[in-house]
């Protein structure tokens, strides 16, 4: 399974962007997937997490602000964002955990496939 995020770029403080995470050799359905987000020397942060039932979840700060989605004819995970705030600049991952696996699904290591990362810069 590989993953290619994109969609990142340069936003004005209020504005929106809609990151999308290609899947290829195999189908995004059968996996639980998540955005998650990372700034320099910081850890991985949890921004929102798609499940095989389809269920969403997200971090309180993403909660209202962002949407996660599956696009089944295209085999891609997108992240909606809106009203974006200089704090949400980062490099934007997208992640893929197989089913039955035991962790907690906003911990970057329930995850078995990452993305590349796509940077989001918002400027104030």
């Known amino acids: 399974v590989q993953l290619q995020a994109s969609g990142g770029g340069l936003v004005q403080t209020g504005g929106s962007l809609k990151l999308a995470c290609a899947v290829t050799?195999?189908?995004?359905?059968?996996?639980?997937m998540g955005w998650f987000r990372q700034t320099p020397g910081k850890e991985r942060d949890f921004v929102a997490l798609?499940?095989?039932?389809?269920?969403?979840t997200y971090a309180p700060d993403s909660e209202g602000r962002f949407a996660i989605s599956r696009d089944n004819f295209a085999n891609t995970v997108n992240l909606q964002m809106t009203s974006l705030r200089a704090e949400d600049t980062a490099v934007y991952y997208c992640?893929?955990?197989?089913?039955?696996?035991?962790?907690?699904?906003?911990?970057?290591?329930?995850?078995?496939?990452w993305g590349q990362g796509t940077l989001v810069t918002v400027s104030s």
């Open positions: 050799g195999d189908s995004s359905n059968n996996y639980l």
């Open positions: 992640a893929a955990g197989r089913r039955f696996r035991v962790g907690s699904s906003t911990d970057p290591s329930r995850y078995d496939y």
């Open positions: 798609i499940t095989t039932h389809g269920d969403d």
